[in-house]
């Protein structure tokens, strides 16, 4: 049985910094593709940013500079560490491994404050 596990979202003022992890189990972590999306309300799930199963990583414009995804494969273990948060941030973020499949976690809440 798949599951992710997202945790360390909250309430954070604008310029804050905050860091998601995603344990993952049932998967070869280190096959996957790891990837963190987000949906606020209203809008589609857009993606964040992607780190391959060699370590490449890609990133929507709109946080290139300010986000950084990392994995541990050790910890079965990916990260996002979230710097100069802006309101437009705030979204429902998901964990995502994809590898034969795509597997999602049930998401934690960012919210930014102005």
């Known amino acids: 049985q798949v599951q992710l596990v997202e945790s360390g979202g909250g309430l954070v003022q604008a310029g804050g910094s905050l860091r998601l992890s995603c344990v993952a189990s049932?998967?070869?972590?280190?096959?996957?593709?790891m990837g963190w999306y987000r949906q606020a309300p209203g809008n589609e799930r857009e993606l964040v940013a992607r780190i391959s199963s060699s370590g490449t990583t890609t990133y929507t414009d709109s946080v290139k500079g300010r986000f950084t995804i990392s994995r541990d494969n050790a910890k079965n273990t990916v990260y996002l560490q979230m710097n100069s948060l802006k309101p437009e941030d705030t979204a429902l973020y998901y964990c995502?491994?994809?590898?034969?499949?795509?597997?999602w976690g049930q998401g934690t809440q960012v919210t930014v404050s102005s």
């Open positions: 049932g998967i070869i972590f280190r096959a996957n593709a």
């Open positions: 995502s491994a994809a590898r034969f499949s795509t597997y």
